[in-house]
Antibody
Framework: QVQLQESGPGLLKPSETLSLTCNVSGASITTDYWTWIRQPPGKGLEWIGYFSYSGSPHYNPSLKSRVTISGDTSKNQFSLRFNSVAAADTAVYFCARSTYSGGWYDFWGQGTLVTVSS | EVVLTQSPATLSLSPGERATLSCRASEGVSYFLAWYQQKPGQPPRLLIYDASKRATGIPARFSGGGSGTDFTLTISSLEPEDFGVYYC??????????FGQGTRLEIK
């Protein structure tokens, strides 16, 4: 069974950099597509982008200038780096897996709430 | 980007009733549409992919249909555990992958 678990700081100040990690078990990040999706409180889902071991990462064009997604095969985890956060970036951040590039998400982490506040 | 519009915003039905949820795309997405169910404090759960295929472990009362711009998710006979928010998602034209704004299903 594939399991994903997000970790990272829960509180940031505006202009800081958000760094989150998703630890993967039951699958290898050298296959499939490893994605970050976020959900502001009480709102819908926003796709951030994905990491693929065999190709380049892909990002949401609206976030691309601030986002980097990368993987660490030695730890079987992948990470999200989000620069210059603002209050609008307050959200639950999920990591998820798909077996297609830009695919369907069959396994998800529980999500981690990140709050941006001064 | 492809905008997905879901209707109704809220649906309130009794157990045993049939639920029909709609998702309309701003441009054709072929059959590349999925449906998810999300309950409070939980991640979304994949129900339907490729418009009509049930994901692993999803009960047969859930079915999906449509192609192009108009899609439906049908729950044939509601169970109390079917409450939650339902989202559609397209992967035909990306980036970005996009989701609908959700339909809240309330069980009376």
């Amino acid at each position: 069974q594939v399991q994903l678990q997000e970790s990272g700081p829960g509180l940031l100040k505006p202009s800081e950099t958000l760094s989150l990690t998703c630890n993967v078990s039951g699958a290898s990040i050298t296959t499939d597509y490893w994605t970050w999706i976020r959900q502001p409180p009480g709102k819908g889902l926003e796709w951030i982008g994905y990491f693929s071991y065999s190709g380049s990462p892909h990002y949401n064009p609206s976030l691309k200038s601030r986002v980097t997604i990368s993987g660490d095969t030695s730890k079987n985890q992948f990470s999200l780096r989000f620069n210059s956060v603002a209050a609008a970036d307050t959200a639950v951040y999920f990591c998820a897996r798909s077996t297609y590039s830009g695919g369907w998400y069959d396994f998800w982490g529980q999500g981690t709430l990140v709050t941006v506040s001064s | 980007e492809v905008v997905l519009t879901q209707s109704p915003a809220t649906l309130s039905l009794s157990p045993g009733e049939r639920a029909t949820l709609s998702c309309r795309a701003s441009e054709g997405v072929s059959y590349f549409l999925a449906w998810y169910q999300q309950k409070p404090g939980q991640p979304p759960r994949l129900l339907i992919y490729d418009a009509s295929k049930r994901a692993t472990g999803i009960p047969a009362r859930f079915s999906g249909g449509g192609s192009g711009t108009d899609f439906t998710l049908t729950i044939s006979s509601l169970e109390p555990e079917d409450f939650g928010v339902y989202y559609c998602q397209q992967r035909n034209t990306w980036p970005p992958i996009t989701f609908g704004q959700g339909t809240r299903l309330e069980i009376k």
